[in-house]
């Protein structure tokens, strides 16, 4: 049977969010306009939810209000009182008698927009006593971590740090999918939490637990401090840009540029100026598109930075030298974006451990993208992407853009797998030529 149930925990009191959250629960908080937990339920239901359990405690009533008087189309909500706070994990004995034999248990003030049909498929597919969602965290020297086998299955939670051992970037993003029997694991009559007591327990008794990776595009936030809460505002404004710009396309105004194999040839990890060569023809295509009234912008991913193989002044001095090369050939780049970071943290080889971090800017996540729309005037619906992989493209869709692949048809073929361009060319030059000649995009 398929998961069309889930557990929204919506119990704490939002102290760190100050006056906010002092005459309104956290998961009451507007947020771009519309309640967190509307945003929460939203989600889950894309994926089949349909029935809805809120365990409330902190002004629990106003929740409760609320959806007796302002129920949601097409799917039912209750909501169960908690008289005293038993943690995240104990507050399901309350709810036993209303739970199905699977169900999701999701946080009310943890702000969600992922794939969540996809999370409950791979459950389903499996049926263990539970698949978590698992992410890369943006704060990993902190974060409760999860070890997993190659076939995803868990095998440790990992809470406090071994000295001089590496651990993977993986960390619990706090929306579960449970089977019925993990209620047998959580005791009554003391407060317990799913990561520190019930998933280390379920291990410990050979259950099978298993872990699912966000997709790169998904948004899992905690919203529960004043920065993160301004975090998922900026992500929702955002969204509703790449939102307006998809559904009206107008005649183009920039071209965002990948730059490894768009701009310069492809040579691994540059960490010095010497290391770029400028690609044959990408001058003269910057020249042309500029010649069309189109800006260029470049977003381009440099974890080298992360790694330690090359400094934010050493790039400068890199990307001085593409532009003097674009220049030469009578072209121009209004801006040039970068993102340091790298998510994984279990290498040896050293770099920048602050940088060592998931990010929204690193491609295929849009933000560099959506920091030039702010800080250029860009607007989208006349924007498009260049890339030579799959990252750039997914990029571009998330950010609502058009988008065009580029490659020799081998490359092409490799990266289409795993996304769908608007169009395909050779080579930049071939995209600028047919974008002249009205070939393409032309509205």
Known sequence: MPVTQAVILCGGKGTRLGERART?????????????????????????VRRFVLSAGYLGQVIADVYAQSPIPGCTVETVIEETPRGTAGALHELGGLLDEEFVVAYGDVFMDFDTGALLAAHERHRPACTLLVRASDHPEDSHLVVADEAGRVTEFVHRREPGRRYRNVANAGVYVLNRRVLDFVPEGRPTDFGADIFPALLACGEVVCAHALEAEGYVKDMGTPVRLAQVEEFITDRAAAETARANPRALTTVFLDRDGVLNREAGLIGNPEGLVVLPGAGEAVALLNRLGLRCVVVTNQPVIARGLCDEETLARIHERLRE??????????????????????????????????????????????????ELNVDLAGAVIVGDRATDIRAGRAAGIRTVLVGDEASRARERTTCKPDAEYDSLLAFARALSEREVFSR
């Not at 121009?332 to 929204?360: M, Q, S």
């Open 24 to 48: 309104l629960p956290k998961p009451m908080l507007p947020v771009g306009g519309v309640r967190v937990l509307d945003h929460i339920m939203a989600c889950l239901a894309r994926g089949g």
């Open 325 to 374: 090369e674009i220049a030469a050939a009578g072209g121009k780049l209004a801006a040039i974006y970068h993102c340091p970071h790298h998510p994984e943290t279990h290498h040896d080889e050293g770099g920048n451990v602050e940088l060592r971090r998931a990010c929204r800017c690193r491609k295929p996540s849009p933000g560099m993208i959506f920091k030039a729309m702010r």
